[in-house]
């Protein structure tokens, strides 16, 4: 397994996608083990795509895409800006409220990254702000977008693990807004130091409240839907993402009447794109997956880490921490946690860790990998679409970079955070 972990980590360095790479990787550990069937890397890619919970997946990206289709992303940037318009700094202060509300709707922080830059970037650098800020403040408060269900993070590692995915989605929503508050804490203060004027005058008045929560109410009450869907039995995680489907389009077409044939079009086109892309990495993981159960990697990684954080349960959790940040500075999220998932779980289950609290540092800290270089996805989308340096975008990210250690390591140690609304709602386990 060795040689095809360098193979991977080559073929990463010379620019081939990753889904190729982790697929002939994989099938590099069939070549050394001749006494293989040479036919099983073909049948675990298929056997793959036949899992039905991860019928999820691609629905629950159709479902965002119908939704942005439908005019929900200008109703909630309108909300953003009447909540919190009146603060200093508040262009940044909307892309904060913005990200957390789109949880609800793309559950990807690289697609939420990417539409907000184009969004707000302009408009924040004729207002003032540097280009390295605004880059910052795009890519970093994407970190709460798949915080919120539906978060497609979650969905991938409560397949690999068999975690409720109810329990997930439910430990996210306190957390997401733990995780709102730190960032907006973080721009009140680079505002106060760096000058930041407010962009409305005036507080806003309930009565401006109520109306923007009237026109943004299908998408407000969206993961909520969601999760009480799946608490009062009336879905299976792989249903609810269908369910989810049906929503969308009922909003779109008939709510906001704005989804109409050729918008229709359009987002049928970028979700197969993307759902092509997302279950090509899935189906080919699977070959690279075989090879870590048959080497009993797992079982090796846990008896060395539980070894050397002499069975500290927070010592090991620090490890595995670090760990995944560095790993996600070189390589994709999703990959990440579908690669890791069955190695770290029955890590961090064996030293005590709930599997939810575990999933949730997990996926958060994985994905903090987008925000930072070398090869951050998401730092790079932002800086590609304002033309920003990535020297200029770490200098203005410090702020960013401590409020999100800082909220993770609360995570870390108050369990409670995310486990409240799962005990809550679906009992304790």
Partial sequence: MLIAAIVFLLLLV????????????????????????????????????QNFALLAVPMFILAGNL??????????????????????????????????????????????????????????????YSRGYTVAVNVWTALITPVIPPGIGFILYGTLGQVSIGRLFAGGLIPGAILTIFYMVAVSVDARVKHFEPGREKKPTLREVAVS??????????????????????????????????????????AHKELKWREFKEVT??????????MYIIALSAIFGYGIVWERIPEITANFLLGISGHE????????????????????????????????????????????????????????????????????????????????????????FAASLA??????????????LPNLMFGKE
């Avoid at 010379?14 to 073909?42: E, R």
């Avoid at 998408?219 to 839907?225: D, E, H, K, N, S």
Wanted: glycine share 10%; aromatic share 10%.
């Fill in 269 to 278: 086109r970028t979700t197969t794109s993307d759902v092509g892309a997302v």
């Fill in 407 to 420: 909220a993770i390591l609360l995570f870390v140690l108050v369990p409670e955070i995310t486990l409240f």
């Fill in 313 to 400: 349960p927070y010592v090991l959790l620090s490890i595995i921490m670090a760990f995944l940040i560095m790993a996600g500075m070189f390589v994709d999220g999703a990959v990440l946690i579908l690669m890791l998932t069955p190695i770290f779980l029955p890590i961090a289950t064996e030293a005590g860790f709930d599997a939810v609290h575990f999933g949730l540092v997990f996926v958060l800290t994985i994905t903090v990998g987008n925000m930072t270089p070398p090869v951050g996805a998401a730092m790079y989308a932002g800086c590609t679409i304002l033309e920003c340096s990535v020297e200029e975008y770490v200098k203005e990210s410090l702020s960013f």
């Fill in 67 to 128: 939704l942005n289709g439908s005019g929900i992303t200008a109703r909630l940037l309108d909300l953003s800006n009447v909540l919190v318009g009146h603060m200093r700094g508040s262009l940044a202060q909307v892309n904060v409220i913005l990200s957390t509300l789109m949880g609800g709707v793309s559950g990807s922080c690289i697609a939420d990254c990417a539409m907000e830059t184009r969004m707000l970037g302009p408009e924040m650098l004729k207002r003032g």
């Fill in 14 to 49: 010379t620019g081939m996608p990753v889904a190729f790479a982790i697929g002939i990787s994989g099938f590099t550990f069939f070549l050394q083990n001749l006494n293989l069937p040479i036919t099983i890397p073909i049948q675990l890619a298929i056997s793959q795509t």
């Fill in 213 to 254: 929560i009237s026109h943004s109410v299908w998408a407000l009450l969206f993961p909520f839907v969601l999760l009480f869907g799946l608490r009062g039995g009336l879905f299976t995680p792989s249903e609810i993402g269908s369910f989810a489907v049906v929503y969308a389009l009922l909003v779109g077409s008939l």
